[in-house]
Structure formats: structure tokens, C-alpha cells
């Protein structure tokens, strides 16, 4: 089970941390991502960390912004966003899977309920 919190409302340039626990199965046996769905758009890949966090990837549009991390001992995945946008605007969704580090939504077998962020302008 995943529970994902953290989002609200903030102005463009702003920062939020979004925040994931897990729970029901060993933390450091899975990879962990975070995904995004703006409304009327596609859920799109936005960070993904492996299981020790050695292994990190972003999407593009977030490089630099953003910084996914874990924290093993409390079973959380972290996402902190700096420099937020307009176009960051969306519903965010933290992920578990448990073979591949992916960016491939379709291979995450696990989904939190979503938190959304809003980024005014």
C-alpha cells in the first residue's frame, strides 16, 4: 500500500514536498517512481530511484527542479520540487515496482491514491 501526501497550492517559483509511505512488503526490495496526470493529458513519468538509491532518473522537464530520495529506514519515497511551474500543475502519483527501475508506467505494479499540486501563475 502506498499513501502519498504533500501536495497543495503554491505560487510559480514556489517549492513543495511530496511525500510517499509504504507499506506490506520490504521497502528496499522495490523500485519506487513518481508519475504526474494533468487534466486531459497522459499520466507521464517524472523521477524514479532504485532500491538503494545509487540509481536516480528524471524526465526532462524536471531535471534540475526536482529531487527524488528515500529514506529506507521509514519506508518513504520523497519528491521535492523547487522552482515550481504552471505547467507542473497536476495530480502526482507515487509508484512501487517490483522487478524493473523504469520509467515505463505500465511496469509499476504498485499506485498511491495521488496528491494534487497546484502551481499558479
Known amino acids: 500500500q502506498l499513501q502519498a501526501s504533500g501536495g497543495g497550492l503554491v505560487q510559480t517559483g514556489g517549492s513543495l514536498r511530496l511525500s510517499c509511505a509504504a507499506s506490506g512488503r520490504t521497502f528496499t526490495t522495490i523500485v519506487m517512481g513518481w508519475f504526474r496526470q494533468a487534466p486531459g493529458k497522459e499520466r507521464e513519468f517524472v523521477a524514479a530511484?532504485?532500491?538503494?538509491?545509487?540509481?536516480?532518473f528524471y524526465a526532462d522537464s524536471v531535471k534540475g527542479r526536482f529531487t527524488i530520495s528515500r529514506d529506507n529506514a521509514k519506508s518513504t519515497v520523497y519528491l521535492q520540487m523547487n522552482t515550481l511551474k504552471p505547467e507542473d500543475t497536476a495530480v502526482y502519483y507515487c509508484a512501487a515496482s517490483i522487478m524493473r527501475f523504469t520509467v515505463v508506467a505500465g511496469e509499476y505494479d504498485y499506485w498511491g491514491q495521488g496528491t494534487q499540486v497546484t502551481v499558479s501563475s
Open positions: 530511484i532504485s532500491r538503494s538509491g545509487a540509481s536516480i
